[in-house]
């Protein structure tokens, strides 16, 4: 018995060292790392390649971080996969690329990041590995030539256009004018193209819109190209000639090493005086001149008592002239709070919703939304639909939108009624959600939580 375990142990003894050297000798995964260029220019694309190689083949996906850097735009580009025979041992991976595009000048680092693979050491045994990257980085530059450029963009084959559209030929107090302008570009994502300045005016109500970026990569090249719509309405207040400025936008043509400057010309506008406008105004008049003839006969009929109620005005006015001021001015001071308030502007847009008018809806809500609290502190349509989280409400106001400034022959038609209920729904939730905080506030202010509702063994007072 003594001479079998001994044996025995003599076997273990063998067999251990020469799985622990076959543990050693498994074959482990390969994982390459480079970045091309290792010096670009702002805004252009540094290529990070990162290949994953397992021995067999991988039973999942790799678990990759997302690569984000400081003052650096990330996207992903392709994914190739891969096979590699290295001292016998097939290979199988992938090979993924991002385009890292920096926004400033300087140097970018990527460290500390790790990837997790499963893959298939001895079938059907799955082993599991993390893999640290090595740190690489690349530099930003500006080329010297390019300094004085505020801000600085480099790219390829960009240029603008811009389109104007008129609500009507012949332009009248009322009218609106929507000037659109589009930077296309390659090789440069579409956040970084810089934004259109609208010039404001005296006699103009201008109203941004909020911009539109694209960015689309060919599949086959992995070439990017972007582009940036910018939009301003014009509301035209006061009749008088205006001209919209030129827009120039100077830029750093990477092919030709030069500045270039993208132009467009500038925008003339003639406003007339509305005659409907003053069409309203006359039949004011003659109103007023009507209601002043209708007096004078009352009066000529019934001079008598007209002499006694003229007598008693001018007895009150002579007593309580103080007070009958004094009520004057707190009338007229709650009338000039009323028509500031967020409840009248809210009656101008139910009163523009009744007629119908998507120009006039829309902007009856734009001057809504300027006195409507919980939007603070952007006050835009943006942050209404943000706040209020109501996908029915988005297709509303998308609709009215696409009514106005991009009309086309297959979208549904907005409905008056439909926005409104939206919006009145939103504004009520929103409210009474502001009433909820403000109510929280108060009690917390009135149940103060402090030192004194302890002893001094932080034990809860006992109730007396």
């Given at each position: 018995?003594?001479?079998?375990?001994?044996?025995?142990?003599?076997?273990?003894?063998?067999l251990?060292?020469?799985?622990?050297?076959?543990?050693?000798?498994?074959?482990?995964?390969?994982?390459?790392?480079?970045?091309?260029?290792?010096?670009?220019?702002?805004?252009?694309?540094a290529?990070?390649?990162?290949d994953?190689?397992?021995?067999?083949?991988?039973t999942?996906?790799?678990?990759?971080?997302d690569?984000?850097?400081?003052?650096?735009?990330?996207?992903?580009?392709?994914?190739?996969?891969?096979?590699?025979q290295?001292?016998?041992?097939?290979?199988?991976?992938?090979r993924?690329e991002?385009?890292?595009?920096?926004?400033?000048?300087?140097?970018?680092?990527?460290?500390?990041?790790?990837?997790?693979?499963?893959?298939a050491?001895?079938?059907?045994?799955?082993r599991?590995?993390?893999?640290?990257?090595?740190?690489?980085?690349?530099?930003?530059?500006?080329?010297?030539?390019?300094?004085?450029?505020?801000?600085?963009l480099?790219?390829?084959?960009?240029s603008?256009?811009?389109?104007?559209?008129?609500?009507?030929?012949?332009?009248?107090?009322?009218?609106?004018?929507?000037?659109t302008?589009?930077?296309?570009?390659?090789?440069?994502?579409?956040?970084?193209?810089?934004?259109?300045?609208?010039?404001?005016?005296?006699?103009?109500?201008?109203?941004?819109?909020?911009?539109?970026?694209?960015?689309k990569?060919?599949?086959?090249?992995?070439?990017?190209?972007s582009?940036?719509?910018d939009?301003?309405?014009?509301?035209?207040?006061?009749?008088?000639?205006?001209?919209?400025?030129?827009?120039?936008?100077?830029?750093w043509?990477?092919?030709?090493?030069?500045?270039?400057?993208?132009?467009?010309?500038?925008?003339?506008?003639?406003?007339?005086?509305?005659p409907?406008?003053?069409?309203?105004s006359s039949?004011?008049?003659?109103?007023?001149?009507w209601?002043?003839?209708?007096?004078?006969?009352?009066?000529?009929?019934?001079?008598?008592?007209?002499?006694?109620?003229?007598?008693?005005?001018?007895?009150?006015?002579?007593?309580?002239?103080?007070?009958?001021?004094?009520?004057?001015?707190?009338?007229?001071?709650?009338?000039?709070?009323?028509?500031?308030?967020?409840a009248?502007?809210f009656?101008?847009?139910?009163?523009?919703v009744?007629?119908?008018?998507?120009?006039?809806?829309?902007?009856?809500?734009?001057?809504?939304?300027?006195?409507?609290?919980?939007?603070a502190?952007?006050?835009?349509?943006?942050a209404?639909k943000?706040v209020?989280?109501?996908?029915?409400l988005?297709?509303?106001?998308?609709?009215?939108?696409?009514?106005?400034?991009?009309?086309?022959?297959?979208?549904?038609r907005?409905?008056?009624?439909?926005?409104?209920?939206q919006?009145?729904?939103?504004?009520?939730?929103?409210?009474?959600?502001?009433?909820?905080?403000?109510?929280?506030?108060?009690?917390?202010?009135?149940?103060?939580?402090?030192?004194?509702?302890?002893?001094s063994?932080?034990?809860?007072?006992?109730?007396?």
């Amino acid at each position: 018995m003594r001479h079998l375990l001994a044996a025995v142990a003599l076997m273990l003894g063998l067999l251990i060292p020469c799985a622990a050297r076959a543990q050693q000798n498994a074959p482990e995964p390969i994982l390459r790392v480079t970045i091309d260029p290792p010096r670009v220019l702002v805004g252009q694309a540094a290529t990070l390649r990162i290949d994953v190689l397992a021995p067999n083949y991988m039973t999942a996906p790799p678990e990759l971080p997302d690569f984000q850097v400081r003052n650096a735009v990330t996207r992903q580009l392709r994914s190739v996969n891969e096979n590699e025979q290295r001292d016998g041992v097939s290979y199988a991976g992938v090979r993924f690329e991002f385009a890292i595009h920096p926004q400033e000048p300087g140097s970018y680092a990527i460290a500390g990041q790790t990837i997790t693979i499963k893959y298939a050491a001895e079938p059907p045994a799955t082993r599991e590995a993390t893999l640290a990257l090595p740190p690489i980085a690349f530099e930003a530059f500006i080329p010297e030539a390019a300094s004085a450029l505020q801000p600085f963009l480099a790219a390829r084959n960009l240029s603008i256009e811009q389109t104007v559209n008129r609500s009507s030929d012949q332009l009248k107090t009322g009218d609106a004018v929507t000037r659109t302008v589009t930077i296309k570009a390659e090789g440069i994502p579409a956040m970084l193209l810089p934004p259109v300045k609208f010039a404001a005016f005296e006699g103009l109500k201008l109203y941004p819109a909020q911009p539109s970026l694209q960015d689309k990569t060919d599949g086959r090249t992995d070439v990017l190209s972007s582009a940036r719509v910018d939009s301003g309405v014009y509301m035209l207040e006061k009749a008088g000639d205006y001209v919209l400025p030129p827009i120039d936008l100077r830029w750093w043509n990477i092919d030709a090493q030069s500045i270039d400057v993208a132009h467009l010309d500038p925008v003339t506008l003639r406003v007339e005086t509305n005659p409907a406008a003053g069409a309203a105004s006359s039949i004011g008049t003659s109103s007023a001149r009507w209601s002043w003839g209708a007096l004078r006969d009352v009066i000529a009929d019934r001079w008598k008592s007209a002499v006694v109620v003229l007598l008693a005005l001018a007895g009150l006015g002579w007593l309580m002239p103080r007070t009958i001021r004094a009520i004057a001015a707190r009338l007229r001071r709650h009338r000039e709070a009323y028509l500031r308030s967020e409840a009248f502007a809210f009656r101008e847009l139910r009163h523009a919703v009744r007629h119908g008018d998507a120009k006039a809806v829309y902007f009856a809500l734009l001057d809504w939304l300027q006195r409507f609290e919980p939007v603070a502190p952007q006050h835009t349509v943006e942050a209404f639909k943000a706040v209020a989280h109501d996908a029915a409400l988005d297709d509303e106001i998308g609709a009215v939108e696409r009514e106005l400034f991009a009309p086309s022959p297959g979208a549904a038609r907005w409905s008056p009624r439909r926005l409104l209920r939206q919006v009145g729904g939103a504004r009520r939730n929103l409210r009474r959600r502001a009433r909820r905080r403000e109510d929280t506030r108060l009690l917390q202010n009135l149940n103060p939580v402090g030192p004194s509702s302890t002893t001094s063994f932080g034990r809860p007072k006992p109730a007396r």
